[in-house]
């Protein structure tokens, strides 16, 4: 439905923030959304449409590791 | 740390271990791209899994009556401007394209913050955005509305929302399905509560799901133990990024500029208050009231399909791409027939262009 | 009427079909070792390989590179790949009214250290200045000739010590099954530095163009011995390149995603606006076909390179596969096609 890819907020100017992708930056509208320097957000055709940890932004990865042990456990207790 | 192959793998198994045959459907071109570039079907239909892509790209529920409008506006002398998915959608007389090449002032742009800044640019010409895409793309058209864009920026407003069609498609009860999985980034927007009542009133599974190859696969796998254990409700996969309530700002700015209104979905019948209209406060922004007169040919056309193409069954799911005559002879990638063979996203496309000839 | 489109001249298959049905059908000859027919990178005549090149790229200056370093390095490399050594090249200038002097200037001393990097010398020429509005600020052609480079033929009989040979010439149809495919560095520079300059969809990006001879590190690929192919993978990316070589060859190719080098620059700007990595042009690298036992040496040569740092192998020609199949990180499968017309950026 729609291409939405996060990066990182590096400064901001009124409603405008330059969000670096991991190497391509790019001033997006930040007005949907509580960002700040140092802010992770998604971005979709030039606007932020979200606000994510770091942690999410980053380690994607072990979040579904997580999500997979989280499920065994599930598993057990039912 | 376990690699992004490995998870897989673990996913796989627990599928495999589950034991269900399972018939899925997505709403999303990303989903469908997702599935295809990393080669994720042959991965899930070894484990019982079936995907179908339902209405879920904006070049593929966009109808030939608004590619028409849009060409009209750019032959009319207007400067339209689009998002590249736009560029080749085929109305009966042509693309975007096909009218740049007539020598029609048509741009590309990433996002509509460059199409005001480019109407700013020359403001003795009139300059119309194309306004495509679901709850994730219309606050940006909000928020560019009611930020006092300039007098010679229009909006031709082709945004839909994505609830009632998922109504519409169940229904129609034409395709039997064991759950739904729901797209990531509008949800970001609506959150998760506008699917709730999906799963209440059909007991069906659904999952919210993000658009990494892993994302996809865990949702399938939290569908499968939903079946399982004889569950239909609404999961959150990609709570990393989907709150509950969505984005309050989003939601508020949709409606501070858009209302409902009825409209076709290529392949549907009109589906009641799945469009976004202009509010009559931002009336002077509208291309179909600033460009009546031009529009107003447009408006007396009908829009038969096109011969054999049965790109409408595609999109309700009723029918797999390769089902369809037409898929990879007389429409292709090169010569597209319908919608779903245009668009990047479209079903037919990514399976030519992902499974060959 | 049918009118030329944009995709008629992006590398693509729209452009392949237009050159077969509308001008190698009527220019064909029997002139050649390597002739017009065959759309290789470069003719062969009376054992001189023969190119010429127009640039036409939009802005002229772009982060690492301009028009000027970008037709030397294009022109220089469609040689090398054939397995030649640059004798001379020609240089024309179809020059705007109007265009600033020092722009032109910048081009031209831009042109000198790209020849000069490459060790080659433009011998001859030709200016035309057109009337303000006529063509786009400027637009360069580049030909250039050269002879069979000396280890072309050790290189060679290297090859026959591990299979059969039959041409004279690395061509985009010497590819048999079991041939390791290397590429000489990360794919997809040039184009996003283009696409970051571009007006409706620029971004700051860190990624710069890659545009450069690569006749000296062919030249140390050469030295290792095994090279049975070669290509620039420019208009249509590291995708084109593959499918020609698959078809030219009549042979499969399996790739592996993990092992295509592409900057995070890349990768990222590339998720932004929605394209395949795969698909985006490249103006200083070099596809290789090598016979499998000496793959490992090739690459070793071509890391010592400065060109060369990022190489890898990235697959094999297999003659169980139709068409370029790759094998994706997460354990899929999926084909490669050829695009069509240039990348365009979407939201969806």
Not at chain 2, 45 to 73: F, N
Not at chain 2, 110 to 127: F, G, L, N, Q
Not at chain 2, 272 to 281: D, E, F, H, T, V
Not at chain 3, 91 to 117: F, N, P
Request: hydrophobic share 40%.
């Amino acid at each position: 439905m729609c291409l939405a890819v996060p990066g990182k907020v590096v400064k901001v100017k009124g409603s405008e923030g330059l969000v670096d992708f991991g190497g391509a930056k790019r001033w997006v509208n930040i007005s949907l959304v509580d960002a700040k320097a140092g802010s992770y957000v998604i971005v979709h055709a030039g606007f932020a449409i979200q606000t994510l940890g770091k942690r999410e932004a980053l380690e994607t990865i072990a979040l579904w590791a997580e999500m997979l042990d989280k499920m065994g456990e599930d598993v057990k207790d039912a | 740390m376990p690699s992004e192959r490995e998870v897989a793998e673990r996913i796989v198994r627990e599928i495999k271990a589950l034991g269900q045959r399972l018939r899925l459907m997505h709403v999303c071109g990303t989903h469908q791209d997702t599935l295809v570039k990393h080669g994720l079907q042959p991965l899930l239909s070894e484990a019982g899994v079936h995907i179908v892509q339902g209405p879920g790209c904006p070049v593929c529920v966009t109808t030939p009556r608004e590619i028409e409008e849009a060409r009209a506006l750019a032959l009319g002398g207007a400067s339209v401007t689009a998002f590249g998915d736009m560029m080749n959608v085929p109305g009966p007389n042509g693309s975007l394209f096909s009218a740049r090449e007539e020598g029609a002032d048509v741009r590309i742009v990433y996002s509509i913050t460059d199409a005001v800044a480019m109407a700013r640019e020359s403001p003795s010409k009139r300059s119309v955005f194309m306004g495509v895409g679901f709850e994730t793309t219309a606050p940006s058209t909000a928020v560019a509305l009611l930020s006092n864009p300039p007098d010679n920026f229009f909006i031709l407003s082709c945004h839909r929302v994505v609830p009632p069609a998922l109504e519409a498609i169940i229904q129609m009860g034409e395709v039997r399905l064991d759950g739904l999985i729901e797209p990531g980034h509008v949800s970001t927007i609506i959150g998760t509560r506008p699917y709730v009542g999906i799963s209440k009133r059909w007991k069906i599974p659904q999952v919210v799901a993000g658009f990494e190859p892993l994302d996809l696969m865990m949702a399938v796998l939290m569908l499968a133990r939903q079946k399982s254990q004889g569950r239909g409700e609404v999961e959150n996969e990609y709570s990393r990024v989907v709150r509950p309530e969505g984005n309050v700002k989003a939601l508020k700015a949709m409606r501070e500029a858009f209302e409902p209104c009825d409209v076709a979905w290529r392949g549907f019948p009109t589906i009641p208050g799945s469009g976004m209209a202009l509010r009559p406060k931002l009336a002077a922004h509208d291309a179909r009231r600033e460009f009546e007169d031009v529009l107003a040919p447009v408006s007396e056309m009908d829009f038969p399909e096109p011969r054999g193409c049965i790109c409408g069954e595609v999109l309700r799911g009723v029918v797999e791409s390769d089902e369809c005559p037409l898929f990879g002879k007389a429409c292709t990638p090169e010569h597209p027939v319908g919608p779903c063979m245009v668009s990047y996203e479209g079903s037919c496309n990514i399976l030519y262009k992902y499974k060959g000839k | 009427m049918p009118k030329v489109k944009l995709s008629h001249g992006a590398g693509g298959r729209a452009m392949q079909r237009l050159l077969k049905e509308m001008v190698v059908s009527r220019l064909a000859s029997d002139v050649g070792e390597v002739r017009l027919s065959e759309m290789d990178d470069s003719a062969i005549v009376d054992g001189i390989v023969f190119t010429t090149d127009s640039h036409t790229v939009k802005p002229l200056f772009f982060p690492g590179g301009d028009i000027g370093s970008l037709s030397i390095a294009g022109t220089v490399n469609d040689l090398a790949v054939m397995g030649a050594e640059p004798i001379a090249l020609s240089l024309a200038m179809v020059v705007e009214e109007g265009l600033d002097l020092d722009i032109l200037e910048k081009v031209i001393g831009s042109v000198a250290r790209t020849a000069r990097k490459a060790g080659v010398s433009i011998v001859t020429g030709d200016t035309k200045v057109m009337e303000r509005g006529a063509v786009d600020k400027l637009v360069l052609n580049t030909s250039g000739i050269g002879r069979r480079h000396p280890l072309l033929d050790r290189n060679l009989y290297i090859v026959q010590k591990y299979r059969k040979f039959a041409g004279k010439w690395p061509r985009d149809s010497t590819l048999a099954g079991g041939d390791a495919l290397v590429v000489s560095g990360t794919i997809g520079d040039h184009g996003v530095a283009i696409l970051s300059a571009r007006e409706g969809y620029g971004f700051e990006s860190e990624v710069r163009s890659d545009a450069a001879p690569m006749n000296h590190a062919i030249s140390e690929a050469l030295d290792a011995g095994g090279v049975v192919a070669m290509k620039d993978p420019t208009r249509g990316g590291l995708a084109n390149a593959l499918n020609e070589f698959s078809e030219k060859s009549g042979v499969g190719i399996e790739i592996d995603e993990a092992a295509i080098p592409i900057k995070p620059g890349v990768r990222s700007a590339c998720g932004m606006l929605g394209l395949d990595p795969m698909e985006i042009g490249n103006e200083g690298k070099v596809l290789f076909g090598v016979v499998g036992e000496k793959a490992s040496d090739v690459l070793k040569s071509l890391r010592k390179t400065p060109e060369g740092r990022q190489a890898a192998i990235i697959g094999r020609a297999s003659k169980k596969v139709r068409g370029v199949v790759m094998r994706t990180k997460i354990g899929g499968r999926r084909i490669v096609e050829p695009p069509i017309g240039d990348p365009v950026p979407r939201i969806c």
